[in-house]
């Protein structure tokens, strides 16, 4: 598990911090919208986040692999003449290296995981060592899974907002999108503002609801949970310019939606009789 913080330095009750998350890049995959992909990394770097990928960065299903099919590899890996396993990093880090700065951490997904079983290699590592060289840039390697400690500051008030991640693992779920994942990680993750895992290729953002009785104060709350699913960039259909149909036109799935999200946090002051509470107010950019 691997767990970051991050602190925003708020100059009123009106700014905002905002985080930019992203998942299932899957460079090397002839069925990736790179257009969409671009969109996504611009809007976030515009609306100055902080950006964190959650695996499957990289698709990287190589010749000797049962998946293998040519016509699912991104034909610019063969026409450069090298190993698709380098011609891929050398794609990831030109398309990030604009937005490196931003760049909080990046995870691993299963995409990942098999190169590193199969093929004894950690591409993600590479592709940090490679982005870190870079002035300014200091990406954390993210792994499967771990929290974000969110701290937004404003004057000498600080309040939190914590984000459990994981990459997620499963099947595609095309009728329940993913929802039970969510169930079942609310019933063991315990005091979380968020939650976020990507791999299914779904887009979509539910609020679970916890209810919570504080001891010391003999109160009951009600507090939300965000939980996200973030999307891949492959065309189902191959509908999109310059992109192929992914593996989903063969599985009779419908086409499934795309791109990350902008997580927006404020302040959020609440007066009640004659206490005033403070807490992170959170609204998902889709
Ligand atoms: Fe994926």
């Known amino acids: 598990m691997y767990n970051f913080s991050s602190t925003f330095e708020l100059a009123s009750i009106n700014d905002k911090a905002r985080l930019g998350l992203l998942s299932d890049l899957h460079f090397g995959n002839s069925s990736l919208v790179k257009a969409e992909l671009q969109r996504d990394l611009e809007r976030m770097d515009q609306a100055e986040c902080e950006i964190a990928i959650n695996g499957d960065v990289f698709d990287l299903v190589l010749p000797g692999d049962k998946r293998f099919d040519l016509a699912g590899l991104d034909r610019t890996l063969i026409q450069k003449g090298v190993k698709p396993i380098d011609a891929a990093i050398e794609l990831a880090y030109e398309t990030l290296k604009p937005y490196a700065h931003r760049i909080k951490f990046i995870g691993i997904g299963n995409h990942e995981s098999h190169v590193n079983k199969h093929h004894h290699i950690d591409v993600t590592k590479i592709l940090l060592y490679r982005l870190n060289q870079l002035p300014n840039v200091e990406i954390g390697y993210g792994g499967w899974c771990g929290y974000w400690h969110v701290r937004l500051k404003r004057h000498n008030t600080i309040v939190s907002w914590v984000q459990y991640r994981h990459h997620g693992a499963g099947g595609a779920a095309p009728v329940t999108k993913g ?39 003999r109160k009951v709350s009600t ?14 259909y191959g509908t999109d310019e310059g992109a192929d149909p992914s593996y989903a036109m063969g599985w009779n799935l419908s086409p499934q939606q795309m791109g990350g999200v902008i997580v927006e946090l404020r302040h959020d002051a609440e007066q009640q009789k004659y206490q005033r509470t403070l807490k992170v107010g959170c609204r998902v950019i889709l």
């Open 223 to 236: 507090d939300q949970v965000t939980c996200i699913m973030t999307g891949s960039y492959l065309s189902t």
């Open 179 to 217: 929802m039970i994942d969510f169930n079942r990680m609310l019933v063991w993750q315990g005091d979380i503002d968020g939650l976020w895992i990507g791999h299914k290729h779904n887009k979509f953002v539910d609020l679970a609801t916890k209810m919570n009785y504080n001891r010391q104060h």
